[in-house]
């Protein structure tokens, strides 16, 4: 389910996102203009390396600062663990964490919190905890346009492995990538994926920790197993969110799935586990079993 959102209601939403991210914090928003409060809440996170951000924003090909300007390209390269991505016929706008995501019309500018009349729609955090992928389409969606802009800067931390590498200490970050100068004086830009200098795991997808099942007696399992002789064979697993299904090459996502999948119809989407026998392996609709499976 997702809820709509408007008024103070949205501007608590936004805040709520960056403010209480643990681990990741997109901002997709074609201008940027952050005045003190949105610098505090940031600020919050200027000195934790676990959570990685991107920001992802556009417009004004012929004067880019007018989109991000460049005291605030200042402010978020000192974070020790971003990505900034320009991204030139951008005009929607999508906040996230992890474990929230906002599609809305709202402008990350101070100026249109204050004035302007904006709504969208949430999803909440309380509602993840089925295991369901919230806002899959839209959280996907958003990793694409990135992939497909420039990424212009990318910063990453540095660890000191101890403890026989079951702990680390975070020794400082190093820039990966910076052609903000080009992109500001209006340079050819040498197009790089976002994803080739930031962690691309912490941005597959939401939260999906399986919901714990409640172990059956010995009683309750035989009934099941006579129950099961008269229904379809679930022999076969989502490709991916893994919940069994009918081994069926041909229809290999859960209903659920399928209707987020089918919004975009690529064959050639990337899924995370094979319809056969259910590991973690990199398939798709075209190929929806790992390799083992297939030559078996």
């Known amino acids: 389910m997702a809820k709509f ?8 939403a936004v805040d709520e996102i960056i403010y209480n991210a643990k681990s990741r914090l997109l901002i997709i928003s074609p201008y940027i203009r952050l005045d003190s409060h949105f610098k505090k809440l940031f600020e919050k996170h200027r000195s934790n ?9 556009g ?4 004067n880019v600062s007018r989109s991000l300007n460049y005291e605030d390209f200042e402010f978020f390269k000192d974070f020790p663990n971003i990505g900034i991505v320009y991204i030139p016929n951008l005009h929607a706008k999508y906040y996230s964490n992890e474990k929230i995501g ?3 019309s709202i402008n990350l500018l101070d100026s249109s919190f204050k004035n302007n009349i904006e709504f969208g729609v949430l999803g909440e955090a309380s509602l993840l905890g089925n295991g369901d ?8 969606y958003s990793i694409k346009i990135l992939k497909d802009g420039y990424a212009v800067f990318a910063r990453r931390p540095n660890y000191k ?3 026989l590498g079951l702990a680390k200490d975070y020794v400082g970050s190093a820039v990966e990538w910076d052609i903000i100068e080009d992109l500001i004086n209006n340079k050819r830009l040498e197009r790089h994926n976002i994803f080739e200098f930031l962690d691309k795991e912490k941005f597959v997808t939401f939260d999906q920790s399986p919901k714990p099942k409640r172990q059956m007696s010995e009683h309750q399992y035989n009934v099941q197993k006579v129950k099961d002789r008269h229904s379809p064979v679930n022999d076969g ?4 969110c893994k919940e069994q299904i009918e081994l069926n090459t041909n229809k290999p996502y859960c209903y659920n799935c399928f209707r987020t999948w089918a919004s975009y119809a690529n064959v050639d ?7 056969s026998c259910g590991k973690e392996e990199r398939t798709s609709m075209e190929k929806p079993k790992c390799y083992p499976c297939y030559s078996s």
């Open 5 to 12: 959102i408007a008024g103070k209601e949205l501007v608590e």
């Open 237 to 240: 697993y989502c490709i991916r």
């Open 102 to 104: 906002l599609v809305t």
């Open 161 to 163: 492995k101890k403890l």
């Open 59 to 62: 417009k004004n090909e012929e």
């Open 49 to 57: 390396s676990e959570i990685e951000i991107i920001i992802g924003f």
């Open 269 to 275: 989407y990337p899924e995370n586990f094979c319809h």
């Open 133 to 140: 992928k919230f806002d899959l389409a839209a959280f996907d």
